[in-house]
């Protein structure tokens, strides 16, 4: 008699016109997860900062004609 053993280790995304495999990817348990998302706070903090200092630095250049002028 055969043994089946399924490795559930990875999972296959299927394209769904085709049903071509296009990607394996692996399974991670809720640790891996967690790690994974927890910096995920400070990297949007950064990118509102960064946008804020966008804005600015633009008002700041779209000023300039008008003082040197």
Do not use: C, Q
């Not at 990817?25 to 640790?31: A, I, L, S, V």
């Amino acid at each position: 008699m055969t043994s089946l053993t399924l490795d559930r280790s990875t999972f296959d995304v299927h394209d769904p016109a085709t049903g071509a495999v296009v990607g394996t990817y692996p399974n991670h348990d809720e640790t891996a997860v967690a790690a994974a998302v927890a910096p995920s706070p400070l990297a949007l903090t950064t990118i509102t900062r960064s946008a804020r200092i966008d804005t600015v630095v633009d008002r700041g250049v779209s000023a300039l004609p008008a003082r040197i002028g």
